[in-house]
C-alpha cells in the first residue's frame, strides 16, 4: 500500500507532496488513534448477536464465525499497541497503514460472513436485527476508519456487499426492500466516509499550515529578538562610545587647564573607563622606563621613578602597531613565567604607544592587580589609541610651545636691546650730566682742601652733594642693566602708579629730548594688576617711543598723553598722541609682525607688545583720535580676577622653561 490513500487531494509541487505527506501521516496516525473504539465494538457486539441467535444457527457455525471475527479484532488491537509503542515515523508511516488496511479487511470479511447467519434464520426478525447490527457495525466503522479511506473501503465493502446481495436475491419482496435498503446505506455511508475524509483532509491541511506560519511567526519573532538584541547590543557600546568621548573631549576641551592638568584628568578618566586602579604616562629612552605621571593607589608611583624596560609589558607595547590588552594574565600566559610590570603582578593590562612627531616618547597604560571580568572592547582599544595620540600631540604642542616662548623672550630681550640703542645717545647725555658734576664737585672740594680755609660743614655739603649725583648715576645704570637683562617672566602683583615709577627716568630722558609735553593721569584706587614689570616697562616704552617718532615731524603742539582707568576685571592703559595718524588702508596692519611705516623700523616692535600683552591674558588695540593722533589701548588683568590668575600661574611658567 502506497502513501496516496484514495480519495485524498491530489498536490502537484515539492512542496505540496511535503504536506500531503505530513497530513497522510496525521491520517495514520489518528486511524489508530481511533482504532479502540472500533475494536471495543466488535468484540462485545459479535458474542451478542451469537448469543441472540444460539437456539437459532447450528452452534459450530455461530462458534466458528466468533473466533474468526475475534481473531481479527485481536490483530488490530495488537496492531494498536505497536503502533503507539513504536511511535512511527513518517517515513514508516504508510506501511502502518497498509498492515491496519488489511486487518481492517480481514475484520469487513468476517462481518460479511453474517450472510451465512441470514440464509439459517428462518425469521425476517431475525434477519432483520442481523441488517441493523451490519449497518450500526459499518456506521461504526466509516466514524472510526475515515482517516484513511482505503482502510474504511477495505472494511465496509466486504461487510456489506455479500448480506445486501443475498437479500437482493431473494424472491420476497420485503427482503428485496431489505437488500435494496442496505445498499443505500451502503452507498450512504460510503459518502458520508468520503465527505468526512475530504474534510479532515481540509482541516488537517488547514492545521499544517498554519502550524507552518506559527513556526515561521516564531522564527521570525526569534529573529527580531535577536536582531533586536544585536541592535540594542549595538547601541548600548554606541552609547558607551559616545560617553567616553562625551567625557575624552570635556578633558581635552576644558579652558585655562594646564596640559598636565588635563593629561592627570585622562589618567583618572582611563582608570575608570577601563576598570584599572592604576594609570602611567612614561617616557622610554633605551632600555630605561621613566614615570612621568601617574595615578595608582596609596601613591606607590611617583613622577621620576625609574624601572627596567624588560620589567615592564611596555617593551612588547612598544613592538606592536596598536594597543596591547589582555584581561587575564593566567589566559595569556598559560603556565608560562609571567613577567612583572612595575614591581607587580598584574592580572589585566592595556597599553598603546604614544609618539611625538615622529619619535618614540614612550607610553600609555592602565593596569589592574585583578582579572577582568570582561574582555577588552573594540571600543576600548580606540579609545585608548585616541588618548595615546592626543597625549603624544599635545606633548609635541608643548615642546613647540616652550620654544616658541623661548625665541619670544629672545626675541622681546633683543627689542630692549634695539630700545637702549636708540636711546642710547639721551642716556649718554642724561649721565654725563652727573658725571660732570661730580667732578666739578670734587675739584672744588679739592681746592678748598688745598686753601685750608674750608670750613667742615663746607667740605661736608660738597661731598653730599657728590654722593647725590652718585646716587642718580648709579640709578640710571641700575635702570639700564635691568631693562637690558634677559630674565624669565615674573608674575607679580603689583600697582600701576610703582610700574611707571620704575621708569620714570626714561620717560622724562625721551620727552625732554624730543621736547614733547608729557601728561600722565592714573586713575585713584586702581587695583593691583598681575604683571610682569619688566614686559609691562617694555611694552609702555615701546608704545611711547612710537608716538615721539609719529610727532617727530609735525610743527603743532606735540603732547603724548598716557592714561589707566579700571574697566570691569581689567585695568586699561592708552597712550595717546597728536601726531597725523596714518591712513585707513594701513590701520589694520599695525598690529602684523614686519609691518612699519619707519624707513629703518623691522615692524616688530608692536607685534611683540601684542604678544606679552595676550600672554597676560589681555589685548593691545588701537583707535584713531578725534582730530589727529592715535591711541594705542592694552589690558591687563586686576590680581583678583581668579580664572586669569589660574592661566598665568599655570600656563606661562611652564612656557617660560
Not at 465496509?156 to 424472491?171: C, K
Not at 460510503?190 to 506559527?214: I, K, S
Amino acid at each position: 500500500m502506497n502513501a496516496v490513500a484514495p480519495g485524498a487531494v491530489a498536490f502537484s509541487s515539492p512542496a505540496d507532496d511535503l504536506i500531503f505527506q505530513r497530513i497522510y501521516a496525521d491520517q495514520v496516525r489518528l486511524l489508530y488513534v481511533q482504532a479502540p473504539l472500533g475494536v471495543v465494538g466488535s468484540l462485545f457486539v459479535a458474542p451478542l448477536l451469537a448469543f441472540i441467535l444460539w437456539n437459532t444457527v447450528a452452534h459450530s457455525i455461530l462458534v466458528i464465525w466468533v473466533l474468526f471475527l475475534e481473531s481479527t479484532v485481536a490483530i488490530r488491537w495488537a496492531l494498536t499497541v505497536a503502533f503507539q509503542r513504536h511511535a512511527a515515523g513518517d517515513e514508516t508511516i504508510g506501511r502502518w497503514a497498509e498492515r491496519y488496511t488489511w486487518a481492517c479487511a480481514a475484520g469487513g470479511v468476517g462481518w460479511g460472513g453474517c450472510v451465512v447467519l441470514l440464509a439459517l434464520s428462518p425469521s425476517l426478525v431475525e434477519q432483520s436485527f442481523i441488517m441493523l447490527i451490519l449497518g450500526g457495525v459499518l456506521m461504526g466503522g466509516v466514524l472510526t476508519m475515515t482517516p484513511v479511506l482505503a482502510a474504511c473501503m477495505a472494511y465496509a465493502l466486504p461487510l456489506a456487499l455479500p448480506p445486501v446481495s443475498w437479500l437482493l436475491l431473494q424472491d420476497d419482496l420485503l427482503r428485496v426492500v431489505m437488500g435494496t435498503t442496505g445498499l443505500l446505506y451502503l452507498l450512504l455511508a460510503l459518502g458520508t466516509a468520503h465527505r468526512y475524509h475530504r474534510t479532515l483532509g481540509q482541516y488537517l491541511r488547514l492545521a499544517l499550515e498554519n502550524l507552518d506560519l506559527a513556526q515561521s511567526c516564531a522564527k521570525a519573532q526569534e529573529q527580531t529578538e535577536r536582531t533586536n538584541r544585536r541592535l540594542a547590543e549595538q547601541q548600548a557600546v554606541l552609547q558607551n562610545s559616545v560617553d567616553a568621548l562625551r567625557e575624552f573631549y570635556r578633558i581635552i576641551s576644558t579652558p585655562h587647564r594646564h596640559a598636565s592638568d588635563q593629561i592627570q584628568a585622562l589618567l583618572a578618566m582611563g582608570c575608570q573607563r577601563f576598570g584599572a586602579d592604576t594609570g602611567v604616562l612614561a617616557r622610554v629612552e633605551g632600555e630605561g622606563y621613566e614615570i612621568v605621571q601617574p595615578v595608582a593607589p596609596d601613591a606607590q608611583l611617583a613622577p621620576g621613578d625609574r624601572f627596567a624596560l624588560t620589567d615592564t609589558y611596555c617593551q612588547e607595547t612598544l613592538r606592536a602597531r596598536q594597543p596591547v590588552a589582555f584581561e587575564s594574565a593566567f589566559t595569556r600566559f598559560q603556565g608560562r613565567r609571567q613577567p612583572q610590570h612595575l614591581k607587580r603582578q598584574v592580572a589585566t593590562y592595556l597599553g598603546a604607544a604614544v609618539k611625538v612627531g615622529d619619535r618614540t616618547f614612550g607610553t600609555l597604560s592602565f593596569s589592574d592587580l585583578r582579572s577582568r571580568p570582561a574582555p577588552f572592547t573594540p571600543v576600548d582599544l580606540e579609545l585608548i589609541q585616541l588618548m595615546a595620540q592626543w597625549v603624544g600631540t599635545t606633548l609635541e604642542q608643548d615642546r613647540m610651545a616652550v620654544a616658541a616662548q623661548r625665541q619670544h623672550t629672545l626675541l622681546a630681550h633683543a627689542s630692549r636691546l634695539n630700545t637702549l640703542g636708540e636711546m642710547a645717545s639721551g642716556l649718554a647725555h642724561e649721565l654725563n650730566q652727573p658725571i660732570t658734576a661730580i667732578a666739578l664737585y670734587t675739584e672744588t672740594c679739592l681746592a678748598r682742601l688745598r686753601s685750608t680755609q674750608a670750613s667742615p660743614n663746607e667740605i661736608r655739603e660738597t661731598l653730599e652733594k657728590i654722593a647725590a649725583q652718585s646716587a642718580r648715576t648709579n640709578t640710571i645704570i641700575q635702570q639700564v642693566r635691568h631693562f637690558a637683562r634677559q630674565s624669565k617672566p615674573q608674575y607679580l602683583s603689583v600697582r600701576i602708579k610703582d610700574l611707571f615709577d620704575d621708569i620714570s627716568d626714561f620717560l622724562r630722558l625721551e620727552v625732554r629730548r624730543h621736547r614733547i609735553q608729557f601728561e600722565l593721569n592714573i586713575a585713584a584706587d586702581l587695583p593691583l594688576v598681575l604683571a610682569d614689570p619688566l614686559q609691562f616697562q617694555q611694552v609702555v616704552l615701546n608704545l611711547i617711543r612710537n608716538a615721539v617718532d609719529a610727532m617727530n615731524q609735525i610743527e603743532g603742539p606735540r603732547i603724548i598723553s598716557v592714561f589707566a582707568r579700571l574697566d570691569g576685571e581689567v585695568v586699561e592703559i592708552g597712550v595717546k598722541d597728536t601726531g597725523p595718524g596714518v591712513a585707513p588702508d594701513v590701520f589694520n596692519q599695525l598690529l602684523n609682525p614686519f609691518f612699519t611705516t619707519k624707513p629703518d623700523g623691522l615692524g616688530l616692535g608692536l607685534s611683540i607688545s601684542q604678544s606679552i600683552v595676550e600672554a597676560h591674558g589681555g589685548r593691545l588695540w588701537a583707535t584713531s583720535n578725534q582730530g589727529s593722533g592715535i591711541t594705542f589701548h592694552f589690558t591687563l588683568p586686576t590680581a583678583s580676577r581668579a580664572k586669569t590668575s589660574e592661566r598665568i600661574a599655570a600656563d606661562l611658567p611652564l612656557a617660560a622653561n
